[in-house]
Nanobody, 118 residues
């Protein structure tokens, strides 16, 4: 089992940056597919980015060039660097873990609020 705890959210002005972190427990972190998602109240959860065990990254089109996902397997940490933030990036951001490619994300953190003011 994997437990995930996000941190780093907050209030930032449009054009600013934030760095989200996700601390994971468990000895098998390095083998998991890790992802970031976000959700606005009343809307469906939205995929942001993911990274596989080999370090290959994937992004939603609207995040390409602005967000960077990375992982440190030695520290069991997932990171999302968010630059050039826009008010529409305001959401609760969640990290998640999937056991392998093709399987659903099984473990989720509690989320961290990101608010971008105009």
């Amino acid at each position: 089992q994997v437990q995930l705890v996000e941190s780093g959210g907050g209030l930032v002005q449009a054009g600013g940056s934030l760095r989200l972190s996700c601390a994971a427990s468990g000895r098998t972190f390095s083998s998991y597919i890790m992802g970031w998602f976000r959700q606005v109240p009343g809307k469906e959860r939205e995929y942001v980015a993911s990274i596989n065990s080999g370090g290959t990254t994937y992004y939603a089109d609207s995040m390409k060039g602005r967000f960077t996902i990375s992982r440190d397997n030695a520290k069991n940490t997932l990171t999302l660097q968010m630059n050039s933030l826009k008010p529409e990036d305001t959401a609760v951001y969640y990290c998640a873990a999937a056991p392998r490619v093709g399987m659903p994300y099984r473990y989720w953190g509690q989320g961290t609020q990101v608010t971008v003011s105009s």
